[in-house]
């Protein structure tokens, strides 16, 4: 269960980043072409990317499946990505790794939603007294107000002077920002962030998403108020300029906190904003780009592996990673096989199949027609060819002396290339034939 979830958040993080990485390579020229809002729809890269990752990946060949398979000598079978775990007590026991790695991970996530959670609170502390209707407040403050406060219900917080400081029109320019980020769930989008944040709290590459993601987002949210009203650029800057800008951040909700963004946000104000035809273009990028994204996050990930059980073996409850490592007698690896399972016995069928023999496997081969010897040591065999195996193995846990007997794996193709390793054992790669344990 532990090397599973490393295993998965090894996966998100490796996905997550391919996303960051593409939205903020393309994030600026995308403004610049199809406009703000293509540029904020590149961030659904990165859940996009983390939604493949969950997809599982079994390679199609006709009616084949391309699968990579570990042959144990005590249970038989088992995932070759699978890390073996070591004895829970005992002296002299390793140290659990995985264990204590998704440990420190669990702590930091915990930690820093924490510590978002008091930037939170912080800025509501700010805020002062808040008073009016249900949806709209006004604060006692007026530092980073206007802003939306709150993931379910959103609140718009206005400062205390509203309207003193700000013209009709300008209010209702405001007004018209707020309601965007509310129709588009921009604090929910925001609060997403922040949890990505607090999974992925070591990954860099996460934080500086966040931040270049929550620009686009406003940038995204001007560009869609003055498609409204066009001829209210002047106001709309104006509005920008009379706004506090607030020191405190806001992990779960919009405001306007930086005076650099402030200075990109004016400057967005006196582009020409892009016609119909450039923004459709523009979103049919993005989703094109995100398939190709979400498919290669898909296509990297390791085949499915087809867990298949031995009947009538047995493993022992405790054992040392040396010694079930040591056990491992054989392995089988191949792409575009099918596996059938016939009376207790299982069947790999193939055109290419590889297995790796462990130094001290027993085995013994044959062939109908030619068995011809290599300079490197290899023996390359053709006609009707069978290879098998099977010894016992003595190996030692600590005190204990465990005897387990390996399973039979019987080889059968037309040609078979057997191959020494360095360290011994041997590879032997298998054309148009099928193992059998």
């Known amino acids: 269960m532990t090397n599973e979830l490393m295993r998965h958040l090894f996966s998100l ?6 996303g960051i990485v593409a939205a903020l ?6 403004r610049l072409a199809f406009g703000p809002a293509a540029s904020y729809s590149m961030w659904l890269f ?49 140290l659990d790794w995985p264990a204590w790695a998704l440990g420190a991970w669990g702590a930091g996530a915990v930690l820093f939603a924490l510590y978002l959670g008091g930037l939170q609170h912080a800025f509501i502390r700010s805020l002062g007294a808040l008073s009016g209707s249900r949806s709209v407040l006004r604060a006692e403050s ?16 206005l400062p205390a002077d509203f309207h003193r400081r700000y013209t009709r029109l300008e209010r209702l320019l405001i007004f018209a920002h707020e309601r965007t980020h509310l129709r588009r769930g921009d604090a929910a989008w925001n609060a997403f962030a922040a949890f990505l944040r607090c999974v992925f709290w070591f990954n860099p590459l996460v934080h500086l998403g966040a931040s270049c993601f929550r620009v686009d987002q406003e940038l995204a949210c001007d560009a869609a108020v003055l498609e409204k009203h066009p001829g209210s650029r002047r106001s709309y800057a104006s509005a920008m300029l009379k706004t506090q800008l607030a020191d405190a951040a806001l992990p779960i909700g919009c405001h306007w906190r930086s005076a650099y963004y402030l200075k990109e946000r004016l400057q967005m104000t006196k582009r020409p904003m892009p016609g119909r035809m450039r923004r459709i273009c523009g979103h049919v990028l993005v989703a094109v780009a995100s398939l190709a994204i979400g498919y290669s996050v898909w296509a990297a990930q390791p085949a499915a592996a087809v867990p298949t059980a031995a009947s009538g073996i047995s493993a022992p409850t405790t054992y040392s990673p040396a010694a079930f490592a040591s056990s491992s007698s054989v392995r089988v690896y191949g792409t575009g096989v099918t596996v059938e399972n016939t009376g207790g016995l299982t069947q790999v069928v193939g055109s290419r199949l590889r297995l790796e023999l462990e130094p001290g496997t027993q085995f013994q081969f044959h062939a109908d027609r030619t068995i011809v010897m290599r300079p490197d040591g290899a023996r390359v065999l053709e006609g009707h060819v069978r290879i098998a195996t099977q010894a016992v193995r003595t190996t030692r846990s600590g005190a204990h002396v465990l005897s387990r007997l390996v399973r039979p794996v019987i080889a059968t193709a037309e040609r078979a290339v057997l191959t020494p390793r360095q360290g011994g054992g041997f590879v032997v790669s298998i054309e148009n034939g099928s193992v059998q344990f």
């Open 142 to 157: 007026s530092a980073g107000c206007p802003a939306l406060l709150g993931v379910l219900r959103p609140k718009v917080i």
């Open 46 to 94: 990165v859940p996009v990317a983390m939604a493949a990752v969950f997809v599982p990946y079994v390679r199609d060949t006709g009616s084949a499946l391309g699968v990579t398979l570990e042959l144990q000598s005590v249970s038989a079978l088992r995932q070759v990505f699978d890390i073996s775990a070591g004895p829970s007590n005992g002296a002299g026991s390793p």
């Open 13 to 18: 993080t490796l996905g997550t980043s391919l």
């Open 25 to 30: 390579l393309l994030r600026r020229g995308a």
